[in-house]
Structure formats: structure tokens, C-alpha cells
């Protein structure tokens, strides 16, 4: 299997042009001698190819697949007045326009395809639609891509005896001030209308939150995260965080594999297969259970979105450069792996 992955990764190499090629070839080396032994086993992917047939009413945007994605839209207050900027005070409204979020042919190979969140600059003030809520007035628009209730993940097996899954992200983020470009995970749920809640409790912190990367403003910091805490009574009280931030090594505006290996008993982040950040057993909890697996024990969703301000980034927005379209994150793959002895 160890082969076959390596087989898969080169075709697809040879598909592109040179320069990914190449690098593609050795973060693949990389990534195998780090978990020698171990083989990946695909268990879900995104590959972002361009194209809709026109009979075809799933895929949208150039290449979107309904199957696999859905929105979240607006400035979050869909999910109650309180969640007005999506829990922090972003200051965009998620659209799902091709403006926003589409998938482009990558300029060299247009058989190869990535997806692309643009924000946009509305000085003028744009008007925001609010699913389940009544529309707004906005100065930003961006978008927010999630798996909810689509595809969910964890690792297999049973707590203390499971194998890892691991989720790789190829993306390139942009260095604009007031962005915040994210991939991440919350606790998968079937409660409509209910924003970071699962088995664990209602409200953000008590599920948990994973965040496979986070990028803000115009530096070349790399974020990852893990949420968790709250107490039964008070969702957000006794937050806990476990933060990383790996500086000026990946460069964030080249195209960097971002991974999250996530077991029963440890939850790893990687840049280009190096770890920069772990958490163990032991080290989390949350006020919705006393078991030391929980919350990260049950599936979560992936999301990946593209903030305008915020209480992260701040609010030293620069509109020329997002006017001018320079707003721009890109994902060229989503993996998802089964790593079996
Ligand atoms: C796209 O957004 C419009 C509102 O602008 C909404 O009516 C529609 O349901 C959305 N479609 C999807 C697939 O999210
Ligand atoms: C945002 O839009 C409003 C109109 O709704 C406009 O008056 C204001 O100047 C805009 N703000 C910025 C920062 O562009
Ligand atoms: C971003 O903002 C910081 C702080 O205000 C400033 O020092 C920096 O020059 C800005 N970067 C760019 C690329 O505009
Ligand atoms: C959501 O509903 C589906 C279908 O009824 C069920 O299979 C799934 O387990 C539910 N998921 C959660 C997290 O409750
Ligand atoms: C939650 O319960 C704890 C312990 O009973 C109590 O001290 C605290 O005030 C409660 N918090 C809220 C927001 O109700």
C-alpha cells in the first residue's frame, strides 16, 4: 500500500507541471520515512477538478460537488442574533457566488484544478442574505465550505486501541492584512441551526474544535489549534486552547501540505511532514463528559473559510489589495487517510 501511494502520488505528479511535480514527489518521500512502517490508506478525498456537465445539477461553481460540500452563509447569524461575525466579530458575509468560491483550472494544467475562496470589497455596502435570519448590510464577502452532515471524520477502533486518521490539506493562503484563512473541524451534529454543537453539549467550547491551520494578516506564521473545556452549564466558560504557532518555515503564500494525524490518544499537526505541534491524552477534557477521550472521540466536520477582521486578525483590513482580488485562498486537495499497521 506504501506502493501504491507513492505510484498514486507520482501520476498524479506527472500530471502537473515541473515545478509541483518535483516538490509533490519529495514531500510523499518525506511523508513516508516519518511513519515508516505504517501504511496510508485513502479513505476520502477532494482533488477540486474543473468542470460541471451542464446535466449535472451537484456540481456548481466550476467544479463544487454538492455530495461532498455545503455553505455556510452570511454573517453567521443564521445561527442565532448572538452569532453575529460567526462568534468573533468577522466583519464578511459568506456567499456561495463563483465571485466567492469556485474551482479554477490551475493556470499551467487546466486538467488540474484548486479551489479558490476570494473575499471581496463592497465600499458601497453590500446586502447580506442571512439563511433563517433577515439580511444584513456588509462591507465584505467571502465563503465558507463545510462537510457537515456530508463527510465526517475520527479515528477507528475503540479509545486507548484505534488507528489514526490523517487529513492533508495542499493550500496556499494570501499575506493581506485583516484575512484570516483557515481549515478546520467542529463536532459533527444533526441539530439544524445550532453552531458548535454535538453529543458533548451545545455552544462552543464544550465539543471541542480542531484547527488543522490557520493563517493571519500579512506575516509568514503558521497557526494550528485544538479547543476545548466549558462547563455543562456555560458553553464557553473554562475555554482551553493548545496553540503552536511555526514561524517563517513554511513560507504561506508557496503551496504547503498542511496535515492533522488524529488518534485516540494524541492529535499531531504537520507542515510538509514535519510535526510542529502535539497534543496527548491527558492534556484535554471537556465540562460535557468525564471520559479523558472525550470531546475528541466522535466525528467531526471539515470547513474551510476565508475571514474578513475579526477578533484574531484585528481590523487593519486592507481593502485595496482584497478590491483587487488579492483575498485568495486556495486548496489544491483535501486527502483523508486510514494509517493501518
Ligand atoms: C446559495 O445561496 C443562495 C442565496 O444567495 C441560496 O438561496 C441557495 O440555497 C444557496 N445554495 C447552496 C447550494 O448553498
Ligand atoms: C461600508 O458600506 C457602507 C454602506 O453600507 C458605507 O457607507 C461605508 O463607507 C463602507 N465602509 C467601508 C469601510 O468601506
Ligand atoms: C500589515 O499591518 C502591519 C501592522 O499595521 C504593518 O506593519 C504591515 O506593513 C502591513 N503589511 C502589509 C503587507 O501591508
Ligand atoms: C445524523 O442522522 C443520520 C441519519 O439519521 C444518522 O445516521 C447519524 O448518526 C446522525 N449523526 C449524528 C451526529 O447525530
Ligand atoms: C455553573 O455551575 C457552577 C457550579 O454549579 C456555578 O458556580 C456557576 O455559576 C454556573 N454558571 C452559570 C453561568 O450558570
Redesign the pocket.
Known amino acids: 500500500m506504501t506502493m501504491n501511494l507513492t505510484c498514486r502520488s507520482t501520476s498524479l505528479a506527472s500530471r502537473r507541471q515541473q515545478g509541483y511535480g518535483r516538490l509533490l514527489i519529495l514531500l510523499v518521500a518525506a511523508t513516508l520515512s516519518h511513519i515508516s512502517g505504517a501504511r496510508q490508506v485513502l479513505r476520502w478525498s477532494e482533488e477540486f477538478k474543473p468542470g460541471c456537465k451542464t446535466t449535472d445539477k451537484f456540481c456548481?461553481n466550476g467544479g463544487i460537488n454538492?455530495h461532498k460540500f455545503?455553505?455556510d452563509?452570511g454573517d453567521g447569524t443564521s445561527y442565532g442574533p448572538s452569532l453575529i461575525g460567526w462568534g468573533n466579530w468577522q466583519r464578511q458575509c459568506h456567499?456561495?457566488a463563483s465571485s466567492n468560491v469556485r474551482v479554477e483550472p490551475f493556470p499551467n494544467n487546466p486538467t488540474d484544478g484548486m479551489l479558490v475562496i476570494q473575499a471581496g470589497y463592497e465600499p458601497s455596502g453590500y446586502t447580506c442574505?442571512n439563511e433563517n435570519a433577515p439580511p444584513s448590510t456588509t462591507n465584505y464577502t467571502s465563503a465558507r465550505l463545510i462537510t457537515r452532515n456530508k463527510a465526517t471524520f475520527k479515528w477507528k477502533g475503540a479509545p486507548g486501541n484505534s488507528t489514526p486518521v490523517r487529513i492533508d490539506v495542499r493550500l496556499k493562503v494570501p499575506l493581506v492584512n485583516g484575512t484570516w484563512a483557515s481549515a478546520w473541524m467542529l463536532p459533527e451534529t444533526n441539530k439544524t441551526w445550532c453552531m458548535a454543537c454535538g453529543p458533548y453539549g451545545d455552544g462552543w467550547c464544550l465539543g471541542g474544535e480542531i484547527d488543522i491551520m490557520e493563517h493571519i494578516n500579512s506575516n509568514d506564521y503558521l497557526i494550528s489549534n485544538v479547543h476545548h473545556g466549558g462547563l455543562p452549564n456555560a458553553s464557553w466558560v473554562g475555554c482551553k486552547q493548545t496553540v503552536a504557532v511555526y514561524k517563517n518555515k513554511p513560507k504561506m503564500s508557496d503551496w504547503n501540505v498542511l496535515s492533522m494525524i488524529w488518534d485516540s490518544t494524541y492529535i499531531r499537526f504537520l507542515a510538509n511532514g514535519k510535526e510542529y505541534n502535539k497534543i496527548t491524552l491527558g492534556k484535554w477534557s471537556t465540562g460535557g463528559s468525564s471520559s479523558p477521550y472525550a470531546p475528541f472521540d466522535v466525528p467531526f466536520y471539515l470547513i474551510f473559510d476565508l475571514a474578513i477582521g475579526g477578533l484574531y486578525p484585528g481590523y487593519k483590513i486592507d481593502n485595496a489589495k482584497v478590491a483587487a482580488g488579492e483575498a485568495r485562498f486556495n486548496i489544491d486537495y483535501i486527502r483523508v487517510y486510514d494509517i493501518v499497521p
Open positions: 456548481i454538492l455545503g455553505f452563509l456567499t456561495n442574505f
